[in-house]
């Protein structure tokens, strides 16, 4: 079962902040994110691993509640380079071993000048 | 320098003739996985490899074949093609099991196949 992606879409200034959100009925071991531009494969951005652990990335960073089963992506000071759609993938269970990871329908970030 | 390579990136076919999409990987990767995107749906995995002769049904995989006889390549065969079929359709690899922590996928350019 795909995991929900909210907003779908986002516009919003340069400088200014956006939280995009993932959450899923099931368990999760795992959430990956993955950034695609327009026209272009998606590209790695993190992944979190049961546990809560929060990491970062430049400006991109991303918290995981597994109790809530949902993770959060923080893009704090929007840069134009952040456009393009964001994607969770999730990995549900408890071994860390699954063979496949279910994306979300991915969330559209529209950065302005 | 390490990619993963699909051709065509651009296919127009008619409905009923049989056709392949390549995918090639140069990081002797083990996992290999083919995902169509579509609006509003993002990436739906259609079949995956765990490793040479290893192949397994995503969950999209009806009208769909793979095969996997080295490890580089993973083509996908679409053996009657049907207008449903039409999508973005990109290979992807990874190290190991896509869930690993060090195993992150690597995806083709894309494929955009249109059915007619």
């Known amino acids: 079962q795909q995991p929900v992606q909210s907003p779908q879409a986002v516009i919003l200034r340069e400088g200014e902040d956006a939280v995009i959100n993932c959450s899923s009925s099931?368990?999760?071991?795992?959430v990956h994110w993955y950034r695609q531009k327009h026209g272009e494969a998606p590209v790695f951005l993190m992944i979190?691993?049961?546990?809560?652990e929060q990491k970062g990335h430049e400006k991109i960073s991303a918290s995981f509640n597994e109790k809530k089963q949902q993770s959060s992506l923080y893009l704090t000071a929007s840069q134009l380079s952040y456009s393009g759609t964001y994607f969770c993938?999730?990995?549900?269970?408890?071994?860390?071993?699954?063979?496949?990871?279910?994306f979300g329908s991915g969330t559209q970030l529209t950065v302005l000048p | 320098e390490a990619q993963v390579t699909q051709n065509p990136r651009y296919l127009i076919t008619v409905t009923g003739k049989k056709l392949t999409v390549t995918c090639s990987q140069n990081?002797?990767?083990?996992?290999m996985s083919w995902y169509r995107q579509d609006p509003g749906l993002g990436l739906r995995q259609i079949y995956y490899?765990?490793?040479?002769?290893?192949?397994d049904k995503g969950d999209v995989p009806e009208g769909y074949k793979v095969s996997r006889k080295e490890k580089r390549n993973f083509p996908l065969i679409l053996e009657s093609p049907s207008p449903n079929q039409t999508s973005l359709y990109f290979c992807?690899?990874?190290?190991?099991?896509?869930?690993?922590?060090?195993?992150?996928?690597?995806f083709g350019n894309g494929t955009r196949l249109t059915v007619t």
């Open positions: 099931k368990a999760l071991y795992s």
């Open positions: 990081m002797n990767h083990e996992y």
């Open positions: 490899s765990m490793n040479v002769e290893v192949t």
């Open positions: 992807a690899s990874s190290l190991g099991l896509p869930s690993s922590y060090n195993s992150p996928l690597h």
């Open positions: 979190l691993l049961k546990g809560g």
């Open positions: 993938g999730t990995e549900d269970g408890f071994s860390g071993s699954a063979r496949q990871l279910t």
